[in-house]
């Protein structure tokens, strides 16, 4: 299979059950961690994603890594955001699956949702972990009502003490508005995966494949 041509440092596991049609799976940690943050979980994936795991391309000045600058005023540092998220998009455009989904965690499922929301032809589905809808990247143009054929998935934790759970219910608000399918759910947990919201994950990621 031909890996995609960028800068961008990732990890490939080719689909333990593969099939002619094998679909793609890109991981997106948060910031602070790389590529190798959340390839503990492929082990619960379906066995036929070929899945990616994708290092953020900016150094984090306490460790690990980033996908964009975020100022103290909340907002985005522009010029980093859109090159992560042109890169991002370039790797999807490169991938010769029949379909793919992103899985995001936090700053990862900002920026899954950002490709999403604004190239939804490129995804057949979409989770977002822990984040929230980059509504502060207001130069965006998302597509709203282009969602029909692309699934969302967003989970979060009640006690989350980093993006608390507003940041979820107004993703939920903002999607009803939308003709996307969307599951939906809150669980009792921090800002974290817990064993219950990654069987959900999995489940609705196998469901995904199943019905395409």
């Excluded at 998220?85 to 900002?110: E, P, R």
């Excluded at 009502?145 to 980093?162: A, E, K």
Aim: with cysteine; aromatic share 12%; charged share 25%.
């Amino acid at each position: 299979m031909k890996q995609p041509t960028t800068e961008l440092v990732y990890k490939f596991f080719p689909a333990r059950e593969p099939g002619a049609q094998a679909p793609a799976l890109i991981l997106l940690h948060g910031r602070g961690t790389d590529e190798n943050d959340l390839t503990g979980l492929i082990a619960h994936f379906d066995k036929r994603f070929d899945i990616y795991s994708i290092r953020a391309p900016y150094e984090f000045e306490y460790g690990g890594w980033t996908w964009f600058l975020l100022n103290e005023d909340g907002s985005y540092g522009r010029a980093e955001f859109d090159k992560s998220l042109g890169l991002l998009l370039d790797f999807v455009k490169q991938l010769d699956n029949a379909d793919t989904y992103v899985l995001g965690f936090s700053m990862g499922s900002m920026m899954a949702l950002a490709a999403g929301l604004t190239h939804p032809e490129l995804f057949k589905g979409l989770v977002a972990q822990s984040g929230l809808v980059p509504e502060q990247a207001d130069h965006l143009t998302m597509q709203w009502d282009g969602l029909s054929d692309c699934r969302f998935c967003i989970t979060h934790g009640v006690y989350d003490p980093v993006l608390t759970i507003d940041h979820a219910r107004r993703a939920k608000e903002l999607f009803a508005k939308s003709n996307a399918p969307v599951f939906y759910k809150e669980y009792p947990m921090g800002h974290e995966i817990s064993p219950e919201c990654l069987d959900d994950v999995a489940q609705w990621l196998t469901d995904c494949i199943e019905h395409r």
